[in-house]
T-cell receptor, first 117, second 113 residues
Framework: AQKITQTQPGMFVQEKEAVTLDCTYD???????LFWYKQPSSGEMIFLIY????DQQNATEGRYSLNFQKARKSANLVISASQLGDSAMYFCAMRERDAGNNRKLIWGLGTSLAVNP | DAGVIQSPRHEVTEMGQEVTLRCKPI?????LFWYRQTMMRGLELLIY????????DSGMPEDRFSAKMPNASFSTLKIQPSEPRDSAVYFCASSSSLQGHVVFGQGTRLTVV
């Protein structure tokens, strides 16, 4: 079974509108972390936002917010007021501890977002 | 901080040649990761180190791949002999136990012809 699932291979959004990118996860580790990264066409991986499993509030970073629903095991990324520069691949990732108590980062397959002018 | 530094940025080599990719993690980060990214398989974790010790190398495709971390500020990923199917972007990344996120290098785009 997939530990991180991003069900939307591709998404389109109109400039200035908000968009939600889905991510669901599966873990038995009570202390985990969830991340979103952006990969533009230039190829670099850019950290966007982090949510810890014990965080009470949803994480926000500028136009990015994470809609964390722990019971549903979902961590959707919301981008408000989309800009043309938001067009990129977006990856959801989960950090959990393995059997040896070491951190491991599990990655989704990504969602390609295209922002239309 | 200059971030995670990888070299070279691009490498084109002939099948059968040895390829060495280099990485300098962020100072103070005690985790180092090597990833490979292709269109077909996405982002794959090859190996990661904690305090210079390899923790999990289950993602290393085969014996042709090896990775070392002789000290806290340097790591190498070596492919010998290289094959065309090794063509991919290889990322090095590092993180701290006390910090949330993993910081990626710019990647090395490897093409084996």
């Amino acid at each position: 079974a997939q530990k991180i699932t991003q069900t939307q291979p591709g998404m389109f959004v109109q400039e200035k509108e908000a968009v939600t990118l889905d991510c669901t996860y599966d873990t038995s580790d009570p202390s985990y972390g969830l991340f979103w990264y952006k990969q533009p066409s230039s190829g670099e991986m850019i950290f966007l936002i982090y949510q810890g499993s014990y965080d009470q509030q949803n994480a926000t970073e500028g136009r990015y917010s994470l809609n964390f629903q722990k019971a549903r095991k979902s961590a959707n990324l919301v981008i408000s007021a989309s800009q043309l520069g938001d067009s990129a691949m977006y990856f959801c990732a989960m950090r959990e501890r393995d059997a040896g108590n070491n951190r491991k980062l599990i990655w989704g397959l990504g969602t390609s977002l295209a922002v239309n002018p | 901080d200059a971030g995670v530094i990888q070299s070279p940025r691009h490498e084109v080599t002939e099948m059968g040649q040895e390829v060495t990719l280099r990485c300098k993690p962020i100072s103070g980060h005690d985790y180092l990761f090597w990833y490979r990214q292709t269109m077909m398989r996405g982002l794959e974790l090859l190996i990661y180190f904690n305090n210079n010790v390899p923790i999990d190398d289950s993602g290393m495709p085969e014996d042709r791949f090896s990775a070392k971390m002789p000290n806290a500020s340097f790591s190498t990923l070596k492919i010998q002999p290289s094959e065309p199917r090794d063509s991919a972007v290889y990322f090095c990344a590092s993180s701290s136990s006390l910090q949330g996120h993993v910081v990626f290098g710019q990647g090395t785009r490897l093409t084996v012809v």
